[in-house]
């Protein structure tokens, strides 16, 4: 059988995709998504683009094995919500967020005997009316500072939205896991 490495470092990544009871490393992909940012394509595109580029990156080395790269994009408003860093960044984004519709756009690449598969997923995401309080309270107890939109679903901040809309509720959270199990079945992978 072949070996699968997620090319992330990501722990939510690597936690569902351990839900498909499947053996699989994982390593850092080495690649700079600023310059690609600033280009200005569509977020759509951009996610597409950085998740192939991550399994690439990956992939050269292990032309062996299947190889899966994931990217996620926050988009409101044709501006693209990236990593807050710190506090008063997260707070901002929050309170822009509060009560509006957002995209979570993730896509998944995967790369096996050179052969590329992209799936993208999109989710409206609808976050309720929260108060200044509230959105602090938030970021003191979940610290979202690493996460694009400021906020980590698959904690605490799940409690901020009304309505997720989506074709794949865990892709949310980086993996599509529905399509991955597919894939991954046409590839040879035994699931379950």
Same mark, same amino acid.
């Given at each position: 059988?072949?070996?699968?490495?997620?090319?992330?470092?990501?722990?939510?990544?690597?936690?569902?995709?351990?839900?498909?009871?499947?053996?699989?490393?994982?390593?850092?992909?080495?690649?700079?998504?600023?310059?690609?940012?600033?280009?200005?394509?569509?977020?759509?595109? *951009? /996610? =597409?683009?950085?998740?192939?580029? @991550? %399994?690439?990156?990956?992939? #050269?080395?292990?032309?062996?094995?299947?190889?899966?790269?994931?990217?996620?994009?926050?988009?409101?408003?044709?501006?693209? *919500? /990236? =990593?807050?860093?710190?506090?008063? @960044? %997260?707070?901002?984004?929050? #309170?822009?967020?509060?009560?509006?519709?957002?995209?979570?756009?993730?896509?998944?690449?995967?790369?096996?005997?050179?052969?590329?598969?992209?799936?993208?997923?999109?989710? @409206?995401?609808?976050?309720?009316?929260?108060?200044?309080?509230?959105?602090?309270?938030?970021?003191?107890?979940?610290?979202?500072?690493?996460?694009?939109?400021?906020?980590?679903?698959?904690?605490?901040?799940?409690?901020?939205?009304?309505?997720?809309?989506?074709?794949?509720?865990?892709?949310?959270?980086?993996?599509?896991?529905?399509?991955?199990?597919?894939?991954?079945?046409?590839?040879?992978?035994?699931?379950?």
């Amino acid at each position: 059988m072949k070996n699968i490495i997620l090319a992330s470092s990501s722990v939510y990544r690597k936690q569902q995709l351990e839900r498909l009871n499947i053996s699989f490393s994982s390593l850092s992909p080495d690649v700079d998504e600023e310059p690609l940012k600033s280009h200005g394509l569509d977020h759509v595109e *951009l /996610s =597409k683009k950085l998740s192939l580029l @991550k %399994a690439r990156s990956i992939s #050269k080395d292990n032309r062996e094995a299947i190889v899966i790269g994931g990217d996620q994009v926050a988009s409101f408003n044709a501006a693209i *919500l /990236s =990593k807050p860093e710190t506090k008063e @960044k %997260a707070f901002e984004q929050l #309170k822009s967020l509060s009560g509006n519709e957002h995209q979570l756009i993730t896509s998944l690449a995967v790369i096996s005997d050179g052969d590329e598969y992209i799936h993208t997923c999109i989710a @409206k995401m609808r976050m309720r009316r929260l108060s200044d309080g509230q959105i602090k309270r938030y970021i003191d107890i979940d610290e979202p500072l690493q996460s694009c939109g400021s906020y980590r679903l698959e904690a605490l901040g799940i409690s901020l939205f009304e309505a997720i809309e989506c074709e794949d509720f865990s892709s949310i959270v980086g993996i599509p896991l529905m399509w991955t199990a597919g894939m991954l079945s046409r590839l040879g992978i035994s699931i379950p």
